[in-house]
Each structure stands twice: as structure tokens, then as C-alpha cells.
């Protein structure tokens, strides 16, 4: 991934159960329940999954990415 290259690593949301990983050293938490880095942008973003293979970089890294999850049973 590009932003290992970097040096900094991923963010990964991953499916099957709702699954958030990322380093809370980078990104520390706010008295709004968000966390924030005001020195880091993003770079690029790369989604793949059952048909999905999209990788693109960003020149500006104003980037929103929605991800809408439901009960595994419905």
C-alpha cells in the first residue's frame, strides 16, 4: 500500500464483522469521540471485497469514504 510507504500505516476497515484498525499513537481521540491528526492528510485510498477492486491517489486527500454495515443476519 502506498501509505506504508510513507511510513505510516493503513487504516483498514474489514467486513464480516464491522472491524476497525488503525494506530490510536498517530490518532488521538477527541473530547467528540473522533480521532484526528491535525499533520496527516490522505493519501490514497484502496477498497477491494467480493467484486470490488478500486485504488486511487488523492492530490488534495479531502477524501469522504461512507461504508454502511447492517446486522449479519438481515
Known sequence: ???SQQGDPPIIVS????????N??????Q???KHRHPDKKI???EISGDGINFAEDTKTG???VRIFFKDKDK
Do not use: C
Not at 16 to 22: E, L, Q
Not at 24 to 29: G, S, T, Y
Open 31 to 33: 473530547s467528540d469521540g
Open 24 to 29: 490510536k499513537a498517530l490518532f488521538q481521540e
Open 43 to 45: 493519501s490514497r485510498i
Open 62 to 64: 479531502k477524501v469522504t
Open 1 to 3: 500500500m502506498s501509505s
Open 15 to 22: 467486513g464480516g464483522s464491522v472491524t476497525i484498525d488503525f
